[in-house]
């Protein structure tokens, strides 16, 4: 008897190219149909069966309040009743730039896109047009959403079906991206010795959330910083995933770097498509209609979607609540490695603010290598499990997880059962 997850699978292949919109849905890399939701409230998802899942994709990071927040669903609904799109300036999005100016002071102005991948293009362009150079660096298993000059070494799912240097790229577009591992200052060093003068900007995840989860060594970051000031070329922190999730200031205020420009995405539209750049505004003021830049969008600054992401960030400006948040994800990550532990099985986690990375190896990886050393079979086995305890992860040993704020204490207790059942089955 053919589930109906599977069933569903099934006829999406036939009019939709792997059966998904965005190929890490397609639980290729863990095997099985992927499961077809119908609701989700809180820190639960309900799929096409009526199972029950503790939710830790959330949506791939946006759900910083879990799903369908009251406040958040009955803004959308009040605002949608007024118009779903103009295509033409409204007041919501000024209060939204200045929110976010606000909250990362790194952020002089600020445009806004309807995706994190339109973001990072248009912060590389952005990069180039002002400096006048035509190369890029970034680091081997960080992902920057799918732009031409980004699919190069890229993570996320171009790593998790083995083809992070996409085909369809020019390699004359491609040789402009330089690649180097990540948390690796002498390369950095030596790169910059030589090239400089051609680099325009250097792009990295400041805690790379996308070849699983990999902290910065702030050695790192701090000497990225400097190198870039020293040589004119601009540093592009991309926050798509880390913004508002690891700190209300993001990655770049834990750290104590203010990078030229800084990319946006997830949390910025609390579940619905918005994603931002910002930065210096004397860098901001080479865009189209000010400078020679181009960049727009018909629905960028969307009403609907500004305002989900207005009520996500004064739900996430409550006192103390990344403290909390931070709290409970990393008491449910030491839960797993603790349980992995105890049954034998070399496992490893990290966890900032509501992000966390868990690893089939012993210690934490520092860059794309050692992510690639973790064991991929377990992580299968693993994951089937938790998913059959109730339990939905993300579909791939190269992706972070995510907690809300609504995961409480009945979840945590709940997760950490199923860890238990699932390690002592593996062993
Ligand atoms: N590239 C996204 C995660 N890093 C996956 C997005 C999706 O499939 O929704």
Known sequence: MTSLNQQLFERAQIRIPGGVNSPVRAFRAVGGA???????????????????????????????????????????????EKGLSFGAPTELEIELAERVCALMPALEQIRLTSSGTEATMSAIRLARGFTGRPNIVKFDGCYHGHGDSLLVKAGSGALTFGQPDSSGVPADLAAHTLVLPYNDV?????????????????IVEPVAGNMNMVLP???????????????????IFDEVMTGFRVALGGAQSLYGITPDLTTLGKVIGGGMPLAAFGGRRDIMQHLAPLGPVYQAGTLSGNPVAVTAGLVNLELAMEPGLYE?????????TEGLVQIGRHHGFPVSACALGGMFGFYFRDTLPTHLHEVLSADKERFKQFFHGMLAQGIYMAPSAFEAGFVSTVHGTAELEKTLEAAETVFSTLA
């Open 217 to 235: 060594r702030p050695a790192f970051l701090k000497r990225l910083r400097e190198l870039t000031q020293t040589h004119g070329s601009l540093l």
């Open 324 to 332: 909390r948040l931070g709290e409970m994800t990393r008491v449910m």
């Open 34 to 80: 992927p499961r077809f939701f119908t609701l989700g409230a809180g820190p639960r998802v309900w799929d096409v069966e009526g199972r029950e899942y503790i939710d830790y994709v959330c949506s791939w990071g946006p759900l910083l309040h879990g799903h369908a927040h009251p406040k958040i669903v009955s803004a959308v609904q009040a605002v949608a």
């Open 186 to 202: 002498e390369a950095l060093e030596t790169l910059f010795a030589r090239e400089a003068a051609h680099i325009a900007a250097v």
